[in-house]
């Protein structure tokens, strides 16, 4: 069975910075892209950034120029580095690895997510 955790979340004050880990565990043969989302109380889950297995990222328009996400393929795990935090930043975080190979198959997965909070 696949699992995801995370962690690094926290409170911080703006302007501070954070980093988020999420180590997927298990039978894993490969995975696709790894990426983190978020949802803030309201409002829609999104997407925060995305990694695929060759390195490429994409980011959402808030987190751009802030935020930076990398991957350590040999541990199947996924690190956000937030700079620069603003309390619009403050969400769940949940991390997401698409399309994981194991012997039981080729699925998605989510993490339990994690709270980050922006405030002074």
């Known amino acids: 069975q696949v699992q995801l955790v995370e962690s690094g979340g926290g409170l911080v004050q703006p302007g501070g910075s954070l980093r988020l880990s999420c180590a997927a565990s298990?039978?894993?043969?490969?995975?696709?892209?790894m990426g983190w989302y978020r949802r803030a109380p309201g409002k829609q889950r999104e997407l925060v950034a995305r990694i695929s297995s060759g390195g490429s990222t994409n980011y959402g328009e808030s987190v751009k120029g802030r935020f930076t996400i990398s991957r350590d393929n040999a541990k199947n795990t996924v690190y956000l580095q937030m700079n620069s935090l603003k309390p619009e930043d403050t969400a769940v975080y949940y991390c997401?690895?698409?399309?994981?190979?194991?012997?039981?198959?080729?699925?998605?997965?989510w993490g339990q997510g994690t709270q980050v909070t922006v405030s002074s």
């Open positions: 298990g039978s894993i043969v490969s995975i696709d892209a």
């Open positions: 997401n690895a698409l399309r994981v190979l194991s012997p039981a198959g080729t699925y998605d997965y």
